[in-house]
């Protein structure tokens, strides 16, 4: 999670991963959140598998704090961070090779910049780790 001369934006943005696997969210610079689409969140759009757990850091201040999920079920997430997913700071985790879902739907119903910088599922399934901007 990063803010410098290119914005504030997750770096990588997009990550493939097995079912099972921890991640952890690093604030390296700025302030921000991660924090996973889900009505439970700030009443946004569900994007995350519908058996899933939702997630929410919120937000960070401090460089090298940290915040760790583990994702159990399989299927695509996408997330953001609080203060800044009007300004496209969102990410997508793909985890194992997802069939259906929420998450694999258009997201019509996310902020015109955060639809610009999801990456796309089958961008991360080829290269597995998507760099930021
Ligand atoms: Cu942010």
Request: charged residues 20%.
């Amino acid at each position: 999670m990063i803010t410098d001369n290119n914005g504030s934006y997750f770096d990588p943005n997009g990550l493939l991963i097995e079912s099972g696997t921890t991640v952890r969210f690093v604030n390296s610079s700025g302030s921000h959140s991660t924090t996973a689409y889900h009505p439970d969140n700030d009443d946004t759009p569900l994007r995350i598998p519908e058996d899933a757990t939702a997630w929410d850091s919120g937000v960070y201040t401090n460089a090298e704090e940290t915040f760790e999920h583990t994702f159990d079920v399989e299927g695509v997430y996408d997330y953001y961070c609080t203060p800044h997913a009007m300004l496209g700071m969102v990410g997508r985790i793909v985890v194992g090779t997802p069939q259906d879902g929420p998450g694999t739907e258009p997201p019509a119903d996310l902020p015109p910049a955060a639809k610009e910088s999801l990456p796309s599922i089958d961008t991360i399934l080829e290269k597995e780790v998507v760099k930021g901007p």
